[in-house]
C-alpha cells in the first residue's frame, strides 16, 4: 500500500459499497455533477484530512497544556501540597 500525503493510497482499486443518502438530495447532488462517485470520494478525502488535522492539533494543544503544568509545577509546587502532607508517602520531598 503506497501512502501518500492525502493519507491513503489513491491509486487503490475501487470498491463497490451501499450507503443509504436522503433521496432528494442524492437528485440534487446528481444534477451538478457527471461523476457522484469521484465528488462524493474527494469530500470524504477531505474530510478525513481535516479530521486527522484537527486530532494533531489537539494532540499538539494537549501536549502544551502538559508542559505548561509541569513547567508551573517546578517553579511554584502543588497547590494542595500543603494541605495534603498527612496523606504523601514519607519521604516525599514534595
Known sequence: ??????GYDVT??????NIT???DL???AQSHTDNLSGTIE???????QAERRKRDEDREHRAKVAAAWRE???RCGRFADEWNQDYMPDGDGR
Do not use: V, Y
Open 1 to 6: 500500500m503506497r501512502r501518500t500525503s492525502a
Open 72 to 74: 508551573f509545577d517546578e
Open 12 to 17: 487503490a482499486s475501487k470498491k463497490r459499497i
Open 21 to 23: 443518502l436522503n433521496e
Open 42 to 48: 474527494a469530500l470524504l478525502a477531505d474530510w478525513l
Open 26 to 28: 442524492l437528485h440534487a
